[in-house]
């Protein structure tokens, strides 16, 4: 019996073992992030020090994770939307509030950046901001010199004026197929408020796009920093962060190509990248301590020195590139600060119109 007793002592210290370490191999984050916007080592970093894996997928454009997400069972444990987009999406019921009794990290986060998201999200419950940046023009110095008589962009004059914009289109003109930010943009321009539901002046923006569509050769949010970089370009109405790579990219080429990048005179959107848990994740705990792995200052901060985007995390200051830190591109002063506007999500109505008139300004018809 006692025999009998040890072998059954013996199994049932072998089966809880193998559960356990059944479990631990089960443990996994799916996250789902815009591409080229982390570096790797995070990734791995994490899931040493956790053993949690990370399965991780990109896409380039909040339209197609917003697909996704309302269609639902997506799969994915941690998402990152921009702010606009983010509070239709709560709205609409697909994310789950944060415990942030499981986020001790979230006392690193900056106020500054929280009251400014807190307008997509009224009291941070259910997200945490990942980057942020703005939406301006990168170039390449020195074909835009060429073409344009200047080495210096600082209006969106460059870009919306047809006369200015034709002189480029043979050195190229990317994109950002994103109506979220484009559509704002000519409005800023053309002095209309940026948040305008009102069709009159869509339809103004929408004419002023058509003006211009001649003379782009593609509408892309992801490749144009290569296209920058290689001097394929010499203009890109882009995310900053992504021209600051690109500028990066063409330094350690030395090929001579060297960009430049504008946040116009006359006013730029400042966007917000929030990562946030699904309503149906399926790995809840895991996506809790990822969230709460990012808020790491020094993890944060790392991503920051990579992407070449400001984050809303205050302790991570210390941990950043002085170049990067000091560049106020990247995290601009105060009185770029206040020609910055942010962009409100659409109406279900407005938004199907702006689809529409995206439609006709991508296709030139």
């Known amino acids: 019996m006692i025999r009998k007793a040890l072998w059954l002592s013996a199994t049932s210290a072998f089966l809880t073992l193998f559960t356990i370490g059944a479990h631990g191999q089960d443990r996994v984050v799916n996250v789902f992030n815009w591409s080229d916007y982390i570096d790797s080592s995070i990734i791995d970093d994490f899931t040493k020090e956790t053993g949690i894996k990370v399965v991780y997928d990109t896409f380039d454009s909040n339209e197609i994770l917003e697909t996704k997400l309302l269609a639902g069972g997506s799969g994915y444990d941690v998402v ?84 200015s914009l034709a002189k480029l289109k043979d050195c190229g003109v990317y994109v950002l197929d994103s109506p979220a930010d484009i559509i704002p943009a000519a409005l800023k321009y053309l002095g209309l408020d940026p948040n305008s539901t009102s069709p009159d002046d869509i339809a103004k923006a929408e004419e002023t796009l058509l003006k211009i569509r001649p003379y782009i050769r593609k509408f892309h949010s992801s490749e144009y920093i290569n296209a920058l970089a290689n001097g394929d370009i010499c203009l890109a109405v882009g995310w900053s962060g992504d021209v600051f790579q690109a500028r990066n990219r063409a330094v350690e080429a030395k090929q001579g190509v060297e960009i430049g990048y504008a946040v116009p005179k006359e006013g730029a959107q400042m966007w917000f990248d929030q990562m946030a848990i699904p309503a149906d994740a399926p790995h809840v705990a895991e996506a809790l301590e990822f969230l709460n792995y990012m808020m790491k200052p020094e993890v944060i901060a790392k991503s920051s020195n990579y992407v070449l985007y400001a984050n809303g995390n205050k302790a991570s200051q210390q941990f950043i590139d002085k170049a990067v830190l000091e560049d106020p591109a990247i995290y601009p002063d105060a009185a770029t600060l206040e020609k910055l506007y942010t962009v409100q999500p659409y109406d279900p109505k407005t938004q199907r119109l702006i689809t529409r008139t995206w439609t006709k300004i991508v296709t030139g018809q």
Not at 82 to 110: C, E, H, T, Y
Not at 126 to 143: C, E, F, L
Request: proline share 5%.
């Open 80 to 163: 990152v939307p921009s702010g606009n987009f983010l509070a239709r999406q709560i709205q609409a019921g697909v994310f789950q509030k944060l415990d942030k009794s499981k986020l001790p990290n979230i006392s690193n986060m900056w106020d500054t950046v929280l009251e400014r998201t807190a307008k997509y999200d009224p009291g941070n419950e259910y997200s945490i901001n990942y980057m942020w940046g703005t939406v301006g023009i990168g170039y390449n110095i020195k074909k835009v010199q060429a073409a344009l008589g200047t080495d210096k962009i600082d209006s969106w004059d460059a870009f919306f004026n047809p006369e």
